[in-house]
């Protein structure tokens, strides 16, 4: 059973805004950055590629501020190669935190990051008076159902046992997946991004005991529920794969991007990152190397579910 209500209400509110206090999966206290120089190749080669290769001859090294994880592993593995083959020289700096690289951003102290899905941007630019723009969108690892206790979907029953993120966001999403499965019902036209218990007009067919834990838990606790709905980069973090999962929530509205300042959109250097991270080069490897992720919107793999999305977008619009 699937909602179009839900998922058309989720893809409207995308569109018109984010809201206040939304947070990013695994989000922690820490926020001290790790700066990691991943540069390696000689300076005297690199600038004789530079001065052939480069569409950006006034940018000697780029900045790149991610998260630890994937994001990181995408800059060390792949990105890196492909811009310094250019002649750029390559930084990467990490953060433990999903505060710190927004404000990195704006101080200077980054040219680009990768860590966050756009209505998290918007409310954070908002809230911090920020001038970010989103660029290009990243294959980002999409919140999932895995079997506890029970290993398929079928084996659901009356009075089993969810465990779910306990941070209002990504909890509002564990809901709207299971309203997408059809095992609870929610209230009509309530905001799918802020939905809570109180918003669960129904929960009779299976009386589901929903435990709340904090996102970095779920994957150690699989043992004690039935289902286990498991953020996408604490899962694999865990050495879960993304294709274990039983059910991925359709919305592609948690599809992270990339971010710069705004003065800096249509800058040569920009369209270099653009171009590297939609290169076949990098296609190839986040194939390989994320299955069950989404991938951008342009790279044209959304199934069905993208183009509903779009269309509540565009009607919001």
């Not at 083959?85 to 704006?106: C, E, H, I, M, S």
């Not at 095992?183 to 067919?205: E, T, Y």
Request: hydrophobic share 35%.
């Amino acid at each position: 059973m699937i909602g179009n209500t839900i998922a058309q209400k989720l893809a409207t509110t995308f569109a018109l805004a984010g809201f206040s206090g939304l947070l990013l999966v695994g989000c922690n206290n820490a926020s001290t950055p790790e700066n990691t120089d991943t540069t390696e190749t000689d300076a005297t080669s690199q600038t004789e590629t530079a001065a052939t290769t480069k569409s950006d001859p006034n940018k000697e090294t780029i900045v790149i501020g991610t998260t630890e994880g994937d994001f990181a592993d995408m800059v060390r593995n792949n990105i890196q190669k492909e811009l310094e083959a250019q002649g750029y020289k390559v930084k990467l700096v990490t953060f433990t935190d999903y505060v710190r690289p927004n404000l990195a951003l704006a101080e200077g102290d980054l040219d680009i990051n990768v860590f966050q899905h756009k209505p998290y941007l918007d409310t954070f630019k908002n809230e911090h008076n920020l001038d970010l723009v989103e660029v290009f969108q990243v294959p980002t690892a999409p919140l999932g159902i895995y079997s506890g206790k029970k290993t398929s979907l079928d084996q659901a029953y009356k009075g089993m046992s969810v465990s779910a993120p306990n941070d209002p966001s990504n909890f509002a999403r564990a809901l709207v997946m299971m309203n997408e499965l059809g095992w609870i019902k929610l209230k009509d036209g309530i905001d799918p991004l802020k939905a809570s218990k109180s918003d669960i007009a129904d929960n009779s067919k299976y009386e589901i005991d929903i435990k709340e834990l904090e996102a970095a838990q779920l994957p150690r606790a699989r043992d004690e529920v039935d289902f286990a709905i498991i953020n996408g980069n604490y899962a694999t973090d865990s050495g879960i794969k993304l294709t274990e999962a039983l059910f991925q929530e359709p919305s592609f509205a948690y599809v992270n991007w990339s971010a710069v300042k705004t003065a800096d959109k249509d800058q040569p250097w920009v369209k270099d990152v653009t171009n590297a991270y939609n290169s076949d080069a990098f296609k190839q490897y986040a194939h390989e190397t994320f299955p069950g992720y989404k991938y951008p919107k342009i790279w044209g793999e959304q199934p069905e579910q993208a183009t509903t999305d779009e269309q509540a977008e565009a009607t919001a619009q």
